[in-house]
């Protein structure tokens, strides 16, 4: 199929978020979304059988609720596409399960898309956006992912340059917050305790308070290419637990009858050291690389996408390095950056204008899809 501007629906289940996005070609019509996200917190982070479960319950509802805000019916729709992953697989079966099922019984086209290509593409039809900048850097951070990527061409060149070798930095937020005794998600939790929000003192923490390691960012690391953009949180979540339970052990070692009993030791760091120290060894890392790539690359432009890109110290920091450096920083708005079936529509707008193949009904999720597979 080649048309100038396909009209298409994308649906995206890949972790907790239920997203349906209706496009036609470049212009975002509706972007209709529903979380799990409450059904996690108990857990401490998302659980994919109770992650699978909200999609089945959610997918029909918001399909019907993205063709009615987009005032469009299913005969309209030029094509189909949907999230074959990377992701938890039988979040993602669910995804694909409705989508295979409404393109048997309308005919229509139906794409297999890379849900971290898809993350690129939805700069295509944000309001905001000028359209898609190539070539670029792209960072993506979420709580299942934590990729550099060279994009120089949204559907035929796409590069991974570094991933994280552990935990994403998403994931490493909500376990330390886990550690720190706050709330899931871990990211917003953190940064409100880092600005003094939690412990009633309303001063924000000292970023410098505990040297957390950053990992891979030694002069060896950086010297190795199959390190350099690489990522490592799971150290950083090692030396938090240790710092809190010295913490812990420190008032709990003062006599009950002390002066201040319970209270941090005099010297000690406050919860909210302790989350700004964290939240700033995360950005430091995330920052450095990403400069490093466009360094090595000579790409001046970078885009910022996934949940964590809610994080206002990645944003603030990133776009001071970036500024510096002389590269331009694009960040989505904040609900295109985060899981959404309007980014998955968007690249499958962009592959069917294009007149590529369809996908078919035959394939299979890949919960490990490698990022130069935009289409499978």
Do not use: W
Request: aromatic fraction near 2%.
């Amino acid at each position: 199929m080649t048309r100038a501007e396909p009209l298409v629906l994308g649906i995206e289940t890949s972790c907790d978020e239920t997203g349906v996005g209706i496009v036609r070609g470049r212009t975002l019509l509706t972007n209709t979304v529903a979380t799990s996200m409450d059904e996690h917190v108990r857990f401490g982070g998302v659980v994919p059988e109770v992650a699978s479960r909200a999609h089945v319950q959610a997918i029909g509802p918001m399909i019907e609720k993205a063709l009615a805000d987009a005032g469009v019916a299913l005969d309209d729709l030029d094509a189909l596409a949907v999230t074959a992953g990377p992701g938890l697989s039988g979040a993602l079966m669910v995804g694909a399960a409705a989508a295979k099922g409404l393109a048997a019984s309308t005919g229509l086209p139906l794409y297999g898309i890379n849900h971290l290509a898809a993350h690129v593409a939805v700069d295509l039809v944000a309001p905001d956006s000028p359209g898609l900048h190539t070539p670029t850097i792209a960072l993506l951070v979420s709580g299942g992912h934590t990729e550099i990527l060279r994009i120089g061409d949204i559907v035929d060149d796409i590069e991974l340059l570094g991933a994280t070798i552990d935990d994403a930095a998403g994931e490493a937020f909500d376990k330390t917050a886990r550690l720190l005794g706050l709330d899931y998600p871990g990211g917003p939790s953190i940064s409100r305790a880092a600005a003094g929000l939690l412990d009633g003192s309303g001063v924000p923490g000292d970023p410098a308070a505990v040297r957390f390691p950053r990992g891979l960012s030694t002069k060896t690391d950086l010297r190795d290419p199959e390190r350099r953009f690489s990522f490592s949180f799971s150290g950083l979540k090692t030396a938090a637990l240790r710092t809190v339970t010295a913490a812990e052990a420190a008032v709990s070692a003062q006599p009950t009858d002390a002066p201040g009993a319970g209270e941090p030791s005099p010297g000690a760091p406050r919860l909210a050291d302790i989350a700004a120290s964290f939240e700033e060894a995360v950005v430091d890392v995330l920052v450095k690389k990403t400069l490093l790539a466009c360094e090595d690359t000579g790409i001046r432009h970078v885009l910022l996408g996934g949940g964590v890109a809610a994080n206002a110290r990645l944003r603030a920091r990133l776009a001071e390095r970036c500024e510096a450096a002389g590269v331009t920083l694009r960040v989505p708005p904040l609900d295109l950056c985060t899981d959404n079936g309007a980014m998955v529509a968007a690249l499958g707008a962009e592959i069917a204008a294009r007149g590529r193949a369809a996908s078919g009904l035959g394939f299979g999720v890949l919960s490990s899809l490698e990022v130069d597979d935009v289409l499978v």
